[in-house]
């Protein structure tokens, strides 16, 4: 008997019975039936287990001190809406307007809409603000420096689907209900007297929880934001809105090598991490420099000219969300709050003079809002003004 090397037989070892095949085979065969036999009975024994459904998400009240659009991290649908009311209207006609506006996003944040249509899809966050021309003419309290923005360097703004007396944002979780607010919001504004002006949509890439949103650039967008409770961002439980809608050539910037996009950003695309550090929430360096004497976060470098450090530690809490209306037209709504416009003013005026990202962008559409202080439950939007 051949012996297979390091797996000797004991040659002492009586002969092993021979089995006959045929035998074999039929001995296997009943050993399969019947175990399928047995399988097939613990099947039917066996409880029937539906898997638990996944709780609904929580509605985002509505209620409170601040307005949750702001104070609640980002939905992944978003629609911008801004309304005019008329030359001669006065304050009540302001007040019916924001009392028809507060019905609505009240009712949809609680999920109490009469619509079939969005049974089932809190959460929902909702702004609404007040722009400066308005303000002005009905002689309102705002903040100190509360206005329209001054001309700022390479805009081409469509005064069509800029400014605005009343904006709005409604953010969810799909488009589908973003869409459907809107008809809700304007069947009640309009009959209130306010027209529509503006309207813009955007969304958000899908994007684990905790983890910051990419632009269309394919680089993190958002990150080293203050937190919403910060009160340097708020005057009396309000705060300032800037919107800008911004055109990406994102086929331009696509075939920069990837090198030279992580040195215009300052960031590196695959991290979000500065070029200074090994994280994405890392805090630039914008002094570190090379041996050579060259700065590690080049000169030009978006993250450097947009530092809180070149206007004394202050910040802005940044909101963005992307648009695609056709394939030359795409980029970013950019939503910023703060509590001085002026800060915007200084960083965008740096950024549009010297931040290697501005060959890419194209700033076409601009508005200024006055975020009013949040609704205490059985108050009014506005009530304090």
């Known amino acids: 008997m051949h012996t297979e090397p390091g797996n000797p037989q004991d040659a002492a070892a009586p002969p092993r019975p021979r089995i006959d095949r045929r035998t074999l085979f039929t001995a296997g065969a009943a050993l399969a039936a019947g175990a399928a036999g047995a399988t097939v009975l613990t099947r039917e024994d066996a409880p029937h287990r539906t898997p638990a459904a996944a709780p609904p998400p929580a509605a985002v009240p509505f209620h409170g001190a601040r307005q949750a659009g702001v104070t609640h991290p ?91 007396d009343l904006l709005l944002q409604v953010s969810a979780g799909q488009p589908w209900t973003t869409g459907v607010l809107t008809e809700h919001l304007l069947a009640a504004t309009t ?125 802005m809490l940044r909101r963005g969300w992307s648009y695609d209306d056709a394939p030359t037209d795409r980029g970013l709504l950019f939503c910023a709050f703060m509590r001085d416009p002026a800060l915007f003013t200084r960083v965008q005026t740096r950024l549009a003079e010297r931040d290697a990202l501005t060959p890419f962008l194209t700033h076409t559409a601009s508005a200024v809002g006055w975020v009013l202080p949040g609704v205490q439950r059985g108050g009014t939007l506005g009530e304090g003004l």
């Open 191 to 315: 009959a209130a007297g306010a027209v529509l002006r503006w309207h813009q949509s955007g969304f958000l890439p899908p994007t684990p929880d905790g983890q910051t949103p990419r632009n269309l650039f394919g680089f993190k967008d958002g990150t080293a934001n203050p937190d919403p409770a910060d009160p340097a961002l708020w005057q009396r439980d309000g705060t300032v809105l800037v919107y800008r809608r911004i055109r990406m050539d994102t086929a331009a910037f696509a075939a920069l090598p990837a090198d030279r996009r992580d040195l215009a950003t300052g960031r590196r695309a695959d991290t979000g991490a500065p070029l200074t550090g090994s994280a994405e929430h890392d805090d630039p360096d914008i002094y570190a420099k090379h041996p050579d004497g060259s700065y590690v976060i080049p000169a030009t470098a978006h993250v450097r000219l947009s530092s809180p450090r070149l206007d004394g530690g202050a910040r």
């Open 74 to 164: 980002q939905l992944p649908a978003t629609r911008l809406l801004a309304l005019d009311l008329p030359a001669d209207a006065d304050r009540a006609a302001l007040r019916a307007l924001l009392a028809a506006t507060g019905n609505v996003l009240a009712r949809a944040a609680d999920g109490t809409l009469d619509d079939p249509r969005l049974d089932g899809t809190p959460p929902v966050t909702t702004l609404a603000a007040l722009g400066p021309a308005l303000t002005a003419r009905l002689r309102l309290p705002t903040p100190d420096g509360f206005a329209e923005l001054p001309a700022l360097p390479g805009d081409r703004l469509d005064p069509a689907r800029s400014g605005g």
